[in-house]
Structure formats: C-alpha cells, structure tokens
C-alpha cells in the first residue's frame, strides 16, 4: 500500500474521525467514509512503516504508541461502519462500506502478515513485560504466523489475496441473506389467520397497509416467522413461512430472488479456506481453526459431538414419539416438516398446562430490563442507569455501568426488529478498556447490544416471551465480559483474546438466571394488571424447562458436526449439501425435505466468525452449566444467590477476559476443571450411566 505524505491541513473535518468520546451517529454522513478510511488507513500505514524502520527499536511501549494507537482509531472507525452495515442498511451505505471493505481487508492482511513487524516482536524483551503485557505479545506472535508472516513471495501474494476474497465473499454472503429475509412475503387473508397471536396479526395488517396492500403481510422476521410457526392452525400458512425460510438465499428460492443464492459463495469460501490452511502446513482449515482454541484437534471436537449425540439421542426419540403420539390426537396423522413446531407447541400446553403467549403477558420489556439490571447489579456490586448519547434508531437507548460512583463500562441497547436491519441477537465491542499509551488515560470499554424483538403495539410496551428474555440474558453475558474487565491492556482486555470456544461462557451463564424463581419474580409484571407471575405458572415454565431438551440438543450438534466435517476436508472441492445430509441421517431424528438449505443462511460459520468454531455453544454450555453449579451449591434455602459467588465470578472470570488461558480462569472460579455432568443435570438427560468425567 502506498504511503503518501500527510499534512495535518489534509485531514478531513467528518464526524467520523473524533475520537474524542463516543461516536456521533446523529451527524456521520455516508460520504465521510471513503475520506475518513482512507485517512486512516494511510495513518496506520505511516505508523507501520515507522515502526517496522530498522532504527525503531523492538520496545512494546515505542511500537504500542506509535502503532497501536493508529491502529485502534481505524478499527474503531471501521467497527461504526460495519455496525452501520448490520442496523440501519441502505444502499447508499452499502456502497460505501463494500468500496473501503478491500483496502481495509488489505491493511489487516499486511499489518498480520509483514515480517519486518514480525521479527520487531520476536525481539521485545519479555522480562520488561506485565502479564497482561506477556500474554498479549505471545498471543499476537501466534497470530503473525497465522496471518502469513512466514510466508514469501508468491505464497504471501497469493495469501492476502485470499483474506481480500473471502472477506468480500462473507459480506456478499450476510447481505444475501438480508435482502433475501427482507424481499419475501406473503398476503394473507383473515381466513388464513386461526391461531395465529393477536399482535403478530395487527403488525402484519400495519404492515400491509404501509405497503398500500390489503389483507396482512406476513415476513420472514422471528417475530413474525416464529409464533406462525408455533400457533398457526393453518397448515398452509405454515408450509408457505417453512419453505420460504428454509430455502432463503439458496437456488430453491422463488425465481425472483435466485440472485440472492449464497451456493457459489459457500463453495469458493470453502474452497479459499482450504488452500489458506494448505499454505499455512495445515491439513484443512479445521485444524487451523482449532490453532488458537481451547480444543486440541478436529477429532477431539467430532468426539466430543458424537459423545453428546449419544447420550441425547435416547431422550429425544422419547421427544419425537411423544410428538407423534400427540400428533394424532389432534388429527395430523403424518406430520410435514413445517408441522413439527405446532405440534410441539401443543403438546407442551397439554402436558404442562401453559403456553407461551401467557408467559409473555408478563414480560414487558421495561419490566424485564430493569429486572436484568438488578440481578447484574446485586451479584457484580454495579450500578447501571440511563445515560444519553447519540443513537442511529429512535429505538436505541444508552446505558451507563458504575462501580462505587466510578465509570466502568457503558452500553448501546437496539432491541427491535426491523426492515434492513441483521436477524439474530449479538454484541460487538465499540471501544475496548485501555490504558492509552498516547495520554496514559484509561480509556473504559463501550459495547453494542443488539436483538431482534417484536415491538410493541401501539403505546404498549414490547412483550418478550421467555425465550427472548433468555435472549436478552445471553447477549447482555456477552457485555458484562466486554465491559467488566479490569485489565488494562486492550489487546486481552474484555473477550479480547479469550479462545473462541469459551468467550460463550459468560453469556450461557446468565441464560441460567431466568429459571430462577428469585430473579423472575422482580422482572415479570402483567402488561394489564401489574401483578408479578404467579408462583404457580413459574413452576409450570420450570417442569417444562427440558421439554425436548434431547431434540434441541441433536440439532445443535447436527449444525456443529456440519461445521466442523466440512472444514476437516483434505481437498478442496467440498460438495457441501451432501455432506450436510450425511450429517443430518447421522445425527437427526426428523430428517428435512430435499429441498431445504439450512447452509445457505448458516451466517454464523459463512459470515461471522464461528468457521469450525460452532461447537463452542455446546462447548461452552459445558462450562457454563458447570460454573452456574457453583452458585446452586451455595443458594440459600429461600433461593437467594451468593453474592461472595458473584464477586469470585466476575473477578474470576470477567475481569481477567483474555489476560490468561481459559482454562485457568475456570479453574480458578471452579477449583477444578469442568465436567460435563452439570450440562446433562441441567437439561434432564442425567442418567445414572452418564459419565462425570472432565470433558
């Protein structure tokens, strides 16, 4: 990349350059990104150059304060971007960021690869280093050889081209995605909506008529999708919503939307991944996957999957001939595929006497936000309350954490669904804790949370049904490791650094919570009446907690098994749909139609971040079942938790984030490592033939 003088009058004047304190949505402007990019990119690249001069002395400080600091301006300059990209699309954007993707895809494939830069590190004397400091610095040497640093000439080329490739070619693959969930949807008419929930039906209804339609227009959304799924008694209705998700972005789709088909971008990621792992001396890309994870090889992973497989397989066909059994008491004789949740819905209210739309009359989203923060403030000895900032969405709010009146963290909130914005739920760090080389100020983390909930109707608050507030619990786990670290080093501070398959520890801890009678209790309140949830409806949510708990178990490793079978691969020509269905005969009870095309929306593996990477939910539910034993063991009589057990935890593990090894980190909470016990307690699949052993 070239490198052309920059005078200080040459700066642009954009909103997207100060970083002074918090980003300025309300004035960045599209056209401030390709200016301000490119200003940071030629910065980062003068600090590169400088550092890597034979002169500059291979000091962690010098290079830290020179390099580092550019670094992280465009990173946090970038990160608005591509946080832009996912909540608030457009095409004008869209542009934008795919025109600046391929020069800033070059930078971080130059920047991890150039071995001047390298070799700077290989130099630094270690015995002057902190531990976080330490911990850093072997984590970025592993990370240089990961990136290419050894590599020369033609194989260097040919390795930054491919990290340029397969960045376009994730991007492509999330817009697909996107625009194909956005484009879809159905007209129906009143005589199609038995069952289906009295809110999903007046937004649909709203929906239509902004779209100068009669009748109700129903989309592919989770809002939308899910309780039509669930409730609809039309078996039509649900067939047409089945098909079209099932098929989105994929050459099953309508014709009209076949331009959003992810196969070819599947198969050439595959294919680069592949030939990235061949130059880097690895067998597949599984194994390179692995390289920085908790896990040791592909097959201890494929072990570990087939082991939980087995061990749930006996309790989920209890789950399918419960099913089938039920299915016929209410008529459906030979379910399709797009029955399934109808029936499960149903027969969870017969068995357990509740449903989820009465659950959720008690979860306005105030009432279980408010309920969140006081769990998190009791356990963690925080404070959080409103703060102000700008936001990109009327829907947005903005939070700040305190400890003993000092300021530790602070949070964007964006729960709603909407059009052009990414499904799913997540959290992404704005900035990182830091203790700035440049001003030697402290600089506190800030985090994005982001989810997918209905909204609310008229002045009524959203309501969130149970799996939702898990949601919200499981996301805000995420935030609480990002912005309660107390190391100062920003490379390993937060989940920075933290191996891949445990940085769900956290968030899979605090989705136990919800099943907690003296949690739920102060986040519930009737959206009519006011009044908490009754005991008893609790203890109904609670016997049902592990309903099918056997069948979501296989599909989870169904999705992790794909996933990692398809990047242990010794060649590169993957025929990935047939590999999917040797999985799903292996691993499922209820096998999908031939047209379906679960991997042509998978994002998580072909667009964010979990390549050979997705067993870490069950991975980390291990270790979360197990850490959240600790608190059950030390629970008062009257279901109270353990405060001294929430300061150990977060102190434990999420003020240290990447500082240590993961494992240390459990075992320092823990007093040993984890088993795999707890999980199988927790979801009712103990047996007295279950093995406790480590896992």
């Known amino acids: 990349m070239s490198t052309p003088t920059l005078t200080p009058a040459s700066q642009p004047n954009t909103a997207l350059l100060d970083f002074s304190d918090l980003p300025k949505f309300d004035e960045l402007k599209v056209t401030d990104i390709e200016p301000s990019i490119s200003h940071l990119l030629i910065q980062a690249q003068t600090a590169l150059d400088r ?17 580092d600091v550019q670094v992280e301006k465009l990173s946090r300059a970038w990160g608005v971007i591509s946080h832009l990209n996912a909540v608030a699309d457009n095409p004008a954007q869209r542009e934008a960021y795919n025109l600046m993707l391929p020069k800033v895809t070059e930078f971080w494939s130059s920047l991890g690869a150039n071995e001047k830069l390298f070799s700077k590190y290989e130099h630094i004397d270690q015995s002057a280093l902190n531990a976080e400091q330490k911990k850093a610095l072997n984590n970025a040497l592993r990370n240089f050889i990961l990136s290419g640093a050894k590599l020369t000439g033609e194989k260097k080329i040919r390795f930054t081209d491919i990290q340029e490739q397969q960045a376009a070619l994730s991007q492509k693959f ?13 007209l129906a008419q009143v005589h199609e909506l038995d ?210 009146h000092q300021l530790v963290g602070q949070f964007y909130l964006d729960p709603t669904a909407r059009q052009s914005k990414r499904g799913g739920a997540w959290m992404d ?51 609480l490791h990002h912005m309660l670290t107390q ?39 009737h959206h009519q009446s006011g009044e908490v949830m009754p005991k008893a409806l609790f203890d109904k949510m609670l016997a049902a907690k592990n309903f099918q708990s056997g069948l979501q178990t296989l599909r989870q490793v169904e999705f992790s098994l794909f996933d990692m079978l398809v990047h242990s691969e010794g060649h590169a020509l993957v025929d990935f749909m047939a590999l999917q269905q040797e999985v799903k005969k292996e691993i499922a009870l209820i096998q999908s139609p031939p047209w379906s095309r679960t991997a042509h929306s998978f994002s998580h593996i072909f667009a964010g971040g979990y390549a050979a990477g997705y067993y870490s939910y069950k991975w980390a539910e291990v270790l979360s079942s197990d850490a959240y034993a600790a608190f ?64």
């Open 195 to 404: 069952g289906v929930p009295q809110e999903v039906k007046d937004e649909a209804r709203e929906e239509a008529q902004r779209h100068d339609q009669e009748g109700y227009r129903f989309n592919l959304k989770m809002p939308c999708y899910l309780p039509i799924m669930q409730y609809a008694q039309n078996a039509n209705l649900r067939a047409i919503l089945y098909k079209a998700y099932q098929t989105r972005a994929s050459d099953q789709a309508p014709e009209n939307a076949l331009h959003y088909d992810n196969s070819a971008i599947i198969k050439d990621t595959l294919a680069l991944r592949f030939e990235e792992a061949q130059l880097l001396g690895f067998a597949n890309f599984a194994t390179l996957s692995l390289e920085p994870k908790m896990a040791n090889s592909p097959s201890e992973v494929i072990a570990f999957l087939r082991d939980l497989a087995a061990k749930a397989r006996p309790f989920a066909q209890k789950d399918l001939q419960d099913m089938r059994d039920f299915a016929k008491t209410i008529g459906i004789e030979d379910p399709a595929p797009s029955d399934w949740t109808f029936i499960a819905e149903r027969l969870k209210e017969h068995h357990y006497a509740f449903s989820d739309l009465e659950v959720k009359a008690y979860f306005p989203f105030p009432r279980v936000l408010s309920g969140l923060f006081k769990i998190v403030e009791t356990l963690f000895d925080v404070v959080i309350s409103a703060d102000t900032a700008p936001v990109w969405h009327k829907d947005v709010s903005f939070y700040k954490i305190e400890r003993h």
């Open 487 to 525: 190391v100062n080093e920003q490379d390993v501070s937060g989940i920075s650094g933290v191996e891949w398959d445990a940085v769900e520890l956290p968030s899979q801890f605090m989705e136990n919570f919800c099943w907690e009678w003296s949690v739920l209790r102060h986040m519930s309140s």
């Open 632 to 695: 059950e063991e030390t629970m008062t009589e009257t279901g109270e938790l353990s405060q001294a057990m929430g300061t150990k935890f977060r102190q434990e593990i999420l003020e240290v984030g990447g500082s240590r090894d993961a494992m240390a980190s459990f075992v320092a909470f823990r007093g040993r490592e984890p088993n795999i016990e707890a999980l199988l307690r927790h979801q009712g699949m103990l047996t007295s033939s279950s093995s406790s052993s480590s896992a």
């Open 429 to 479: 760090g704005m900035r990182n804790r830091w203790l700035r080389p440049d001003n030697r100020e402290l600089q506190s983390p800030v985090a994005y949370l982001v989810c997918n909930f209905a909204k609310g109707q008229g002045d009524q608050a959203a309501l969130l049904t149970h799996d939702d507030v898990i949601t919200l619990f499981h996301e805000f786990g995420h935030g």
């Open 51 to 67: 550092v890597t001069e034979d002169a500059f002395p291979s000091d962690w400080g010098q290079m830290t304060q020179v390099l």
């Open 174 to 186: 999330s817009e697909n995605v996107l625009d194909a969930t956005d484009a879809w949807f159905y």
